[in-house]
């Protein structure tokens, strides 16, 4: 299933946009084809699940959509600046300025406190953190007591928070997350992702996830589902039954 592009119907914002990506690894008879024609619409203010069996494409489209990999054609859309043809010194301004981005192992700077790796993107900018949107987003990840403490004194749910926080702190247009809760325990898990439903329900932010969890899918507006580097169904509202559902029927046409 292709997406199509909104029509001047649908007044709904789009943070990031991907149009008729490929991408292939390798050449000739070891060529991979990762992503395969795929188009699909980022709403702003929404919280997207990506998923798919293994090899789907679902963390290539999540790196090509975050500017961490180039598409081998298609055209990947950051609000409404088109990517491809942007310089690397635009590039990373682009992902330290618009782009958010939660890693499953947490990518926390061991030397460094909480809250010094909370504002680490914004000090390599030279720029500081405006104090009430810091505070804001200390108070909805909970870390207040936490913030002298360096990531070995704190678990792996804080240690994920921190990282969260540190996705939001400099307003991004739109957070990734690759598999946020892959290292967790369920009841941290879910501390995560109520964090990050909390990001797009008070804080208006986008929040684009790549899960091979149902329950997890389920607290997101929107899944879309991959296979074979194509986008070949979406779901809204999900809840943990209607995404097992579209698995397993993926799962008896072979994808």
């Known amino acids: 299933m292709t997406i199509p592009a909104p029509t001047a119907a649908d007044?709904?914002?789009?943070?990031?946009?991907?149009?008729?990506?490929?991408?292939?690894?390798?050449?000739g008879e070891a060529e991979v084809r990762a992503l395969d024609g795929v188009s699909v619409d980022l709403y702003a203010g929404e919280f997207t699940a990506v998923m798919g069996p293994s090899g789907s494409g679902?963390?290539?489209?999540?790196?090509?959509?975050?500017?961490?990999?180039?598409?081998?054609?298609?055209?990947?859309?950051i609000g409404d600046q088109p990517i491809g043809?942007?310089?690397?010194?635009?590039?990373?301004?682009?992902r330290r300025e618009e782009i958010g981005f939660v890693f499953q192992s947490f990518n926390l700077v061991p030397t460094l406190?909480?809250?010094?790796?909370?504002?680490?993107?914004?000090?390599?900018?030279?720029?500081?953190?405006?104090?009430?949107?810091?505070d804001s987003v200390i108070e909805t990840v909970g870390l207040r007591d936490r913030l002298s403490?360096?990531?070995?004194?704190?678990s792996g749910g804080q240690q994920q928070r921190v990282a969260v926080a540190r996705a939001l702190v400099s307003r991004p247009r739109i957070v990734f997350a690759d598999e946020p809760t892959g290292n967790l325990d369920s009841r941290s898990g879910?501390?995560?992702?109520?964090?990050?439903?909390?990001?797009?329900?008070?804080?208006q932010q986008t929040v684009v996830m790549v899960t091979h969890d149902p329950v997890a899918a389920a607290y997101t507006d929107r899944v879309v589902f991959l296979a074979d580097g194509r986008v070949i169904e979406e779901l809204r509202h999900p809840d943990r039954e209607s995404v097992l559902a579209v698995m397993a029927r993926m799962s008896e046409h072979g994808r």
Do not use: Q
Not at 61 to 67: G, I, N, Q, S, T
């Open 11 to 27: 007044t709904r914002t789009v943070a990031a946009r991907v149009v008729d990506v490929t991408k292939t690894y390798g050449k």
């Open 190 to 203: 879910a501390e995560v992702l109520e964090l990050l439903r909390a990001a797009v329900d008070d804080r």
């Open 85 to 94: 043809g942007l310089k690397d010194k635009a590039l990373t301004v682009l």
């Open 149 to 154: 403490h360096k990531p070995n004194e704190l």
């Open 113 to 134: 406190s909480a809250e010094e790796n909370i504002v680490l993107p914004l000090a390599i900018a030279g720029r500081k953190p405006d104090r009430a949107w810091f």
């Open 58 to 77: 679902k963390s290539t489209l999540m790196h090509v959509c975050a500017a961490l990999d180039k598409p081998t054609t298609g055209e990947v859309w």
